[in-house]
């Protein structure tokens, strides 16, 4: 989903590593604003940010960033299909500004803090000078800035959107990253399978949850960071909650399911899908009429058969809702009387 994580999965291998940013897009192109991915000097490469026409070619690019040390902006005119600066001849209908930088001691030290306040579930701005090149900064709501930053911080705000501000007359990239989504499962049947593999595959970070020891092992879902035995009121216990998670239920169990909708409810998280039809889950909810932003039947429309379908659907869905706006996002908050 995102490849920023996978660059700070890999910040502690020793290489020189240089980091490519997309910070404008005109047009279309295949990743927006915010893609980014790294290059090591071994040439190995963590990501992408097209449909593989330009990586080649910004292979050749980075080389010389190793040898200055120095970050630098490049543009790529994909209107053309016969361009002959650099011969790809794309024909994808927009340029593309990218932003190499080299990874220096600081911006480790940095991007460690980054990732670290990610795993307390807090999101992240990143400013970047578009002329003083090299100069940026991380800030979070509840501390101190760091990074390397001359002169006084614009005023900014907390957005979905990346792209280019302008203050006092100079261009600054601005990017929120938030923290990386998580699925929690509940249920480790057979169709389970393949919505957990699948969902750690699209870059979430996947915890799946069950009563029953026969299901609920690793071996059934190497994908999953986590794997938990354990009765619902049990598990739910040891998860706390945050606005980042997406939650599906498909124990097949109705008292457990019941059990599990009547908490969960009552957390602000992302997403909750529930498997079966409308009229079972409004079972589940004695009753009452499904929430706005609980999803039964949950999954995209496409009229998937069979478990690897319907794990497409649902992953749709969720990145769906994911990739919402905050001013359309939807609280789960909502209490079932007694």
């Not at 590593?17 to 963590?46: H, P, R």
């Not at 292979?59 to 002959?84: C, G, N, P, S, W």
């Not at 460690?112 to 100069?135: A, F, N, S, T, Y």
């Not at 509940?186 to 069950?210: S, W």
């Amino acid at each position: 989903m995102e490849d920023f994580y996978q660059i700070l999965d890999v910040l502690h291998y020793p290489e020189e590593k240089v980091i490519a940013t997309i910070v404008g897009v005109n047009g279309s192109a295949y990743k927006k604003e915010g893609s980014s991915m790294l290059f090591f000097s071994d040439g190995t490469k963590i990501g992408m940010l097209t449909a593989g026409c330009l990586e080649e070619d910004l292979a050749v690019k980075v080389r010389e960033v190793f040898r200055k040390q120095e970050a630098t902006l490049i543009r790529y005119d994909l209107y053309r299909e016969d361009d002959l600066d650099w011969g790809q001849g794309a024909g994808c209908n927009g340029t593309i500004d990218i932003l190499l930088e080299p990874v220096t001691e600081q911006l480790t030290e940095d991007l460690h803090m980054v990732k670290e306040l990610l795993r307390q579930q807090k999101p992240v701005i990143v400013l970047k000078k578009l002329v003083d090149l090299g100069e940026y900064v991380f800030i979070e709501e509840d501390g101190e800035p760091f990074g390397n930053w001359s002169g006084s911080l614009p005023t900014i705000e907390f957005t979905s959107k990346s792209g280019i501000i302008t203050r006092d007359g100079s261009s600054i990239f601005q990017q929120t990253i938030y923290p990386k989504p998580r699925l929690i499962v509940f249920g480790a049947g057979p169709d389970a399978r393949p919505l957990a593999a699948l969902a750690a595959e699209t870059g979430f970070t996947v915890m799946v949850c069950d009563w029953r020891e026969v299901l609920c092992q690793k071996k059934h879902f190497p994908a999953a960071a986590l794997v938990i035995q354990g009765f619902p009121q049990d598990l739910l216990k040891q998860i706390s909650f945050s606005p980042y998670d997406f939650v599906v239920i498909m124990t097949h169990q109705f008292k457990k399911d019941q059990e599990l909708v009547r908490r969960i409810l009552n957390e602000n998280i992302r997403y909750l899908g529930v498997l079966g039809p409308k009229e079972r889950t409004r079972r589940l909810l004695n009753g009452k009429e499904i929430p706005r932003g609980v999803f039964s039947p949950m999954g995209t429309s496409i009229g998937a058969k069979g478990p690897v379908e319907i794990a497409v659907s649902i992953v749709a869905q969720m990145i769906q809702v994911w990739r919402k706006p905050a001013h359309e996002r939807v609280e789960l908050l909502w209490t079932i009387p007694d």
